[in-house]
């Protein structure tokens, strides 16, 4: 079986690197797999990238054809939107490779367009690292049952967004028009999955929930001393890391809860004479306010693979404070380290955290009860050597290379079939 994987990267953000992953996973299984991408990070030679030698100046240039409509719309977060209208792959290239069967990963902001995915006659799954495939243009949208892609965005959307042409609609119909045969998808969750199966866009496409891969040999537990020595934090304190990549004030991240939470824990262990420190993994110190909470701060900025390791061995404890969030890679990396995962119970973290078992999930936004399960693991040795054991144990089983790739060989071998017999 021969699969193409087509993806904006195979790198960089969190997509991009469970995109390639998936590409590892998935050639471990037995299947011949290639995947093209637009932004080629690593030396695979699976991975084919631009091959014009202009690949520069057309890719700055479908990017700004993308991001055109969201800014003429004045629409409120114009980079965070992807009307799909450009594409750097054609269905007709597709179509004519020798792939059985094609896999779309992250392919937004100019790389393959509403028109082309569906021009696509091979047979066809999507996994789903966000919501655009059956929201409007967004990558994530409001989730909430009223949300507007629920019902087709049937109503213009309201002047106080500040827009005066409703371009999510307008994303939303044309996936309509030309989306007209059945992808698979693939969800990394079963929000994620839920979700697609409640737009009217996709909600008769099959729908698979499998997990995106952890290399559970490289992201495994290992000395706690020795990652703290690499990273230069104490072995006689308790340390609370929370990894923020991208920017603090995006809300979905929820950086101010976690900030909020901190501030709990604090008045929780004012007379504990329990040392804590907070580990801010992915971003540089911010000009003010360097220290959390009162909490001594460490700032590691970004993190390749083995330093992200040692700050998951070196932790008590893993926060997640996402308002929203699919298949975090910070909570699946951390569990398969053998640290407990504190986090809300929201969206698609339910799916890897299991509450007192392989770490808490505290009501959302509940900032208090957040600070109370980070002192729950911190204050007691037994619970979290136990949550340690059951997160590393549900890791291996779950999200494994040999676990997903499996799973995905399977899948492609049944869309192979299934469009076979329409």
Known sequence: ????????????????????????????????????????????????????????????????????????????QPRLFSPGVASAVSARSINTSDADVVNLQWINFGYLSIRQIGAIAKPLTWNMHDMWAFT????????????????GFPTRQTPGAG??????????????????????????????????????????????VIPNPVDTG????????????????????????????????DPRKGFDLFVDALHALADKTANSGRAIHIVIAGHTAPTAGAD????????????????????YRAS????????????????TEALACGTPVVAFDVSG?????????????????????????????????DLRRAMSAAAREHAEQRWSYAAVGTAHAELFARAIDENANR
């Open 292 to 311: 959390l909470a009162g909490f001594r701060t460490h700032w590691l900025g970004y993190l390749d693979d083995s330093r992200a390791i040692a700050a």
């Open 163 to 208: 827009q005066w042409w409703d371009v999510d609609r307008w994303v939303w119909r044309r996936k309509g028009r030309h989306w007209k045969r059945p992808i698979h998808l693939i969800a990394s969750s079963s929000w994620m999955a839920a979700l697609a199966k409640s737009s009217p866009l996709t909600c008769d496409w099959p729908v698979s």
């Open 349 to 381: 973290l339910p799916d890897f955290v299991q509450h007192e078992e392989t770490g808490y999930l505290a009501t959302p936004f509940d900032v208090q009860g957040m600070a109370h399960g980070i002192d729950e693991v911190l204050s007691r040795d």
């Open 316 to 331: 008590d404890v893993m926060v997640v404070p996402s308002r929203q969030d699919n298949s975090p890679q910070a909570a």
């Open 1 to 76: 079986m021969k699969a193409l994987m087509l993806s904006h990267s195979d790198g960089g953000g969190g997509a991009g690197r469970a995109s390639y992953r998936l590409l590892e996973a998935i050639g471990g299984a037995g299947v011949d797999v290639s995947m093209q991408v637009d932004f080629k990070n690593s030396s695979d030679p699976r991975v084919l990238g631009p091959r014009s030698s202009n690949r520069n100046l057309g890719r700055r240039a479908r990017i700004t054809i993308e991001e055109i409509p969201a800014y003429v719309a004045r629409f409120p």
């Open 218 to 249: 490289m992201y495994a537990p290992g000395s706690r001393e020795t990652a703290r020595e690499l990273l230069g934090l104490p072995n006689d304190a308790s340390v609370v890391t929370a990894f923020f990549p991208g920017d603090l004030d």
């Open 136 to 151: 409007g243009g967004l990558n994530y949208d409001d989730d909430s049952p009223d949300a507007r892609w629920r019902e």
